[in-house]
């Protein structure tokens, strides 16, 4: 399954995270957890992303409401953001909630390779190397 990661966006995260850690000191990195995905649907109050669940082993789509003070990276608005594309969400739980606090849309998307069984194994490609 191919999944994409916006490094740019991922970077970026990071340094308003450190940021947002001196700025609003109630709110810690450790509080924090981070997904991303596609974009299924978007509002002033929530965004709904399609994300790998590793313990269904599928895509499931999960709502995220977001902080009256939500962070854009990489954007002026949540206008900006439109169904289909991928976004960071660096997110906390509270009340049975995800919380979004900081949105990165991906500018750069980097594709993972997939395997392809037609080709060389592993084994085959160390012989070739040491030649």
């Given at each position: 399954m191919k999944r994409h990661i916006g490094v740019r966006g991922f970077l970026s995260m990071v340094l308003i995270m450190m940021a947002v850690m001196v700025a609003e000191?109630?709110?810690s990195m450790d509080d924090a957890d981070f997904t991303f995905g596609k974009v299924e649907e978007i509002s002033q109050d929530h965004v709904t992303i399609s994300e790998f669940d590793p313990e269904q082993d599928m895509d499931v789509n999960v709502v995220y409401d977001l902080a009256r003070d939500v962070i854009l990276d990489?954007?002026?608005?949540?206008?900006?953001i439109l169904v289909g594309d991928l976004i960071?969400?660096?997110?906390?739980?509270?009340?049975?909630?995800?919380?979004?606090?900081?949105i990165a849309k991906d500018e750069e998307i980097y594709e993972m390779p997939e395997y392809d069984e037609g080709s060389e194994s592993l084994?085959?490609?160390?012989?070739?190397?040491?030649?």
């Open positions: 000191p109630g709110w990489n954007i002026q608005s949540l206008d900006e960071d969400i660096e997110y906390e739980e509270s009340n049975g909630k995800k919380i979004a606090k900081v084994e085959n490609s160390k012989e070739g190397m040491e030649e």
